[in-house]
């Protein structure tokens, strides 16, 4: 099945706007982030810690509603995961 | 009742929400945390806009890299308390209301004392922990928060009402990390604007808040977009606090 990855922010520049991931049927978000973090390559840093984590402070949506890094529901074909760094300054 | 002046000042807004939405402007008190990249368009056009009194707080002065997005500073003033800098224009821009500047780091000491009174708190902040403090005393007063922040070309805001939305660490219970963050003044010109016209609607009543929604900017991109956001039940800071 797909999902639809939209990044935004610094995360647009490194992994591109709207990104379709194939996922085998019955995966999790865990399976995503796996597809995001070879794709980002050398800049994963930004976007994943030392040991391949989503990192603490990046937000992670599934159609619209936050989720966990390490939610264990299974996805479904269509579904739509955004993921974006909140930002500091002012 | 408004004055004649005050009527002929805010004539073209008052098409919009009415004397009676002038009153509340002119009755609101708004305290503002920071006079920087977001704090001098959101007191701008807030003081404009006939809010009765702001109270604006800011610990700097005014340095040369600050002038490509603080728009209240000018050359002249380097080196002024950004406080007093941006009371002179505020002033000018419109004599008809209060406006105190503070030149005062927000702590734990003062924080209670710098909100008191207020009707609406502006986070014009540019670190999370005092945005966390903001948080924790806006819950505690009962008071709104009206978030914003940048970075580069991006920004986020939302509106959050004590006990009715997600509070700042519902939605972001890890800070981003710190650092100088790169900014062109545009972003904080957009972001600080959608807050103040947050303020202005809370205030007059008039449209939808961005209550339980947050809204990101991606100038790069040229696009908004809006996300659901929810209390979490176990949020240390507002999880037991749930009211009718």
Not at chain 2, 57 to 65: H, L
Not at chain 2, 191 to 203: F, P, R
Not at chain 2, 214 to 239: K, M, S, Y
Request: with cysteine; net charge negative.
């Amino acid at each position: 099945m797909r999902v639809r990855v939209k990044a935004f922010a610094r995360f647009r520049e490194i992994l591109g706007s709207d990104i379709p991931i194939e996922v085998p049927d019955g995966a999790t978000m865990a399976a995503v982030l796996v597809a995001l973090r070879d794709r980002a390559g050398g800049e994963s840093d930004a976007i994943f810690d030392e040991g391949g984590a989503l990192r603490a402070h990046v937000i992670l949506m599934r159609n619209g509603k936050r989720v966990k890094r390490d939610d264990s529901d299974a996805l479904a074909d269509g579904d739509e995961v955004a993921l974006f760094p909140p930002v500091a300054g002012g | 009742m408004l004055t004649e002046q005050e009527r002929e000042r805010y004539a073209r807004q008052i098409l919009l929400f009415g004397e009676e939405g002038q009153e509340r402007l002119n009755d609101a008190k708004v305290f503002i945390a920071g006079a920087g990249g977001l704090g001098c368009p959101v007191a701008l056009y807030l003081a404009v806009a006939g809010v009765g009194e702001i109270r604006l707080v800011d610990r700097d002065t005014v340095d040369r890299t600050n002038l490509n997005r603080q728009v209240l500073h000018w050359e002249s003033d380097i080196s002024e308390l950004k406080a007093r800098s941006a009371e002179t224009k505020l002033r000018e821009a419109n004599p008809d209301i209060q406006i105190e500047a503070l030149a005062a780091t927000i702590d734990e000491t003062n924080v209670r004392d710098l909100i008191a009174g207020a009707d609406l708190i502006v986070d014009a902040m540019d670190n999370f922990p005092t945005r966390y403090l903001l948080n924790r005393e806006a819950l505690r007063a009962g008071v709104p928060l009206l978030h914003g922040a940048i970075r580069g070309f991006d920004g986020q805001v939302t509106t959050i009402v004590p006990g009715r939305t997600a509070c700042l660490e519902c939605i972001f219970p890890e800070a981003p990390p710190a650092e100088v963050f790169p900014v062109v003044g545009t972003t904080p010109g957009i972001i600080g604007l959608i807050q103040a016209n947050e303020a202005i609607k809370y205030i007059t009543g008039t449209g939808d808040p961005l209550l339980n929604r947050l809204l990101l900017w991606d100038g790069l991109a040229a696009t908004l977009e809006t996300f659901t956001v929810e209390r979490r039940p176990d949020c240390p800071v507002c999880g037991g606090e749930v009211r009718p």
